[in-house]
């Protein structure tokens, strides 16, 4: 009896606090008033990066991930097991967005800071790469551009709801980036010497390709946290 009690209390917390008025960590803005937008979502970031299970919302900082691959200008290079740290400290720049709402676009910038394992093998700007063992790819200053299509669909509680559709991203390392791959050629220091030079003096122009798949495995999941978050609560708890 008390158990069962206690469930549908919990129960009702979790529909209260999903479904009731109040997002205690939203402040609704007009969907016009950009620096409102702003300041909501700059307010809403670490509510994300812990997790938000009654909305479905997995934690984004640290995020674990399986594996990613990249076949690219004649490298192969696979990262596993890697845990990506830094979300919760996004900063957003800037938000724009049209009148209908059709689509919403947000400059952010944040520290990223990647360790796990990687395999290598060809070549990496022209020089010989090999090696299999941990890495870690650490930058205080990531900048991600983000322009994502936004419409509104009738949800199945009966209330309008927004949905995220297509989305586009670049993104660029804005401060020295420290590329750390241990285990280079088997642990021949002379093999790995011309690679480890390429990658202190070229991070930047490296982080364009080694960063792509973790980037892109990074926004896929906020993307998928936004839109189960915006399917569990109703456009009129975000706007006003
Ligand atoms: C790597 O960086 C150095 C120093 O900035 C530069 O001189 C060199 O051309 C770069 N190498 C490649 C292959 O881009």
Redesign the pocket.
């Known amino acids: 009896m008390f158990k069962s009690q206690c469930l549908l209390l919990c129960l009702c917390y979790v529909i209260i606090s999903a479904y009731g008025n109040a997002v205690p960590f939203i402040d609704k803005c007009e969907w016009k008033d950009q620096a409102c937008i702003k300041k909501s979502a700059q307010k809403a970031i670490p509510s994300f990066a812990n997790g938000l299970p009654e909305y479905g919302v997995k934690a984004l900082d640290p995020i674990n991930i399986n594996k990613v691959s990249l076949e690219e200008s004649g490298l192969s290079l696979t990262f596993e097991e890697f845990k990506v740290v830094g979300l919760s400290k996004v900063k957003i720049l800037s938000v724009d967005r049209d009148e209908a709402p059709t689509y919403i676009k947000l400059e952010l910038e944040c520290p990223i800071d990647v360790t796990g394992t990687y395999t290598a093998s060809g070549q990496l700007?022209?020089?010989p790469i090999e090696g299999h063992g941990p890495f870690q790819v650490k930058t205080n200053n990531i900048y991600i551009w983000v322009k994502a299509a936004v419409s509104t669909v009738d949800g199945s509680d009966g209330e309008k709801h927004w949905k995220i559709g297509k989305f586009e991203y670049t993104y660029e390392a804005k401060t020295k980036t420290l590329l750390d791959f241990k285990n280079l050629f088997n642990g021949d220091k002379n093999k790995a010497a011309p690679i480890e030079k390429?990658l202190d003096?070229?991070w930047s122009?490296l982080m364009k390709l080694f960063a792509k798949p973790i980037i892109s495995k990074v926004i896929h999941e906020i993307k998928d946290d936004i839109q189960s978050f915006v399917k569990a609560v109703p456009s009129k708890d975000l706007e006003v």
């Open positions: 700007l022209f020089v390429i003096e070229n122009e």
